[in-house]
């Protein structure tokens, strides 16, 4: 995942009150200040979700972008055959299940000259205020270099199942947008553009942004972004604490003790913190090594990294830890229906 840095634009967004600090969370070694979070309701939908979004659903889109990558020359990245078809299978997926589904492109620079054109896919319920959105988004894109199933058709995977789960008209407030991006692999190319081609209004309608990459890295890690210590850009933006703690909160409840991480600028929830907009993220680890404590807590092989796959050609369907995926799929399962059915709305 490439890094990036950018001024960030200095501009409150988020739900009402979701800024307001109170207790003290401690999440593995890292704590934060956050308000109390969006109340883990059971409504049908919630319970629905988190009954029904399992691993094993996300892995049949995973095998699916798997056979693409297969097909065209090993890979998916941007631009190239193998990406034009992993976002005509993610539009067709959303379009059969009734979302409303479209296909913004955006003008990609190649590395050795000229341009090209490339297409998101961004995807949204038919119920709801278009006013109060929440969105959540995954790179749909991988390197040259292999099919990138970890990184990320995981995180996409787990966007479609639930999305085919809660299906296109559920009876919520906010609408629930989500958005899977080109060129992650090429400087977060497809988010950033996407974000800096919404009017005013429109991005303040965002109340908050989900972001997905790697949710089944091999040797896996339980990483949560959002709210991180010490306040400031790596943190997030103000109500990005309370994402981040209703995702421990659902990992919690998969039975799973997260760290909380800062953001690194490093994926596609950089373009919506740097518009202020309140972010999260979940993760399951790359080439960084796995301690002995989390080794203790979450199982693997400490001293050895979360995905030895990661951007080489053995990132495949085989590697994948399926129990990671599961996790992770349930809990931001939960994530998305508490916020699609909280009463708080963007400030104005």
């Known amino acids: 995942m490439p890094s990036r840095s ?39 939908l919630y ?13 049949t889109h995973a095998e699916a972008l798997q056979q693409i990558g297969d ?44 341009e090209t054109v490339v297409r998101n896919v961004i995807a949204q319920t038919r119920t ?32 479609l199942e639930v999305a085919t789960r809660m299906g296109s008209s559920p009876p919520i407030p906010n609408v629930v947008r989500f958005g899977f991006w080109g060129a992650e692999e090429r400087n977060l190319n497809g988010s950033k553009a996407y974000v800096e081609s919404l009017s005013d ?8 942004y989900l972001n997905l990459d790697m949710v089944a890295s091999p040797n896996a890690g339980y990483f949560v972004q959002g709210g991180a210590d010490p306040p400031g850009s790596r943190s997030g933006p103000p109500g990005s604490a309370t994402v981040g703690r209703v995702l421990v909160d659902e990992l919690a409840a998969n039975g799973i003790v997260a760290d909380l991480v800062k953001f690194d600028g490093e994926s596609d929830y950089a373009a919506f913190v740097d518009a202020d907009i309140p972010s999260g993220g979940v993760l ?20 050895e990294v979360f995905d030895a796959c990661y951007h080489s050609a053995c990132d495949r ?11 992770f799929s349930n809990a931001v399962a939960g994530t998305i229906a508490r916020f699609a059915e909280s009463a708080e709305v963007p400030a104005r």
């Open 71 to 114: 097909r065209n020359g090993g890979n998916r990245a941007t631009p190239g055959p193998g990406y034009d078809a992993s976002v005509d299978y993610v539009a067709g997926v959303l379009r059969d299940a009734g979302f409303d589904v479209s296909t913004p492109s955006f003008v990609l620079r190649q590395r050795r000259g000229g």
């Open 6 to 44: 950018s001024d960030a634009r200095r501009r409150y967004v988020g739900w009402s009150g979701i800024a307001a600090a109170a207790a003290a969370v401690v999440v593995g070694c890292t704590s934060t200040p956050a308000p109390p979070p969006v109340a883990a309701g059971r409504s049908p």
């Open 317 to 327: 369907i085989e590697t994948l830890d399926r129990t990671a995926l599961d996790k």
């Open 47 to 59: 319970s629905q979700l988190v009954q029904e979004v399992s691993g094993a659903g996300a892995l």
């Open 201 to 208: 209004s429109r991005r303040e309608a965002i109340g908050l």
């Open 284 to 303: 399951a680890g790359d080439a960084n090594k796995k301690t002995p404590e989390q080794a203790d807590r979450w199982g693997g092989r400490a001293g």
């Open 128 to 159: 709801g205020s278009a006013e109060h959105v929440i969105m959540a988004g995954a790179h749909l894109d991988s390197v040259p270099e292999g099919p990138g199933i970890n990184d990320n058709a995981s995180g996409v995977a787990t966007l």
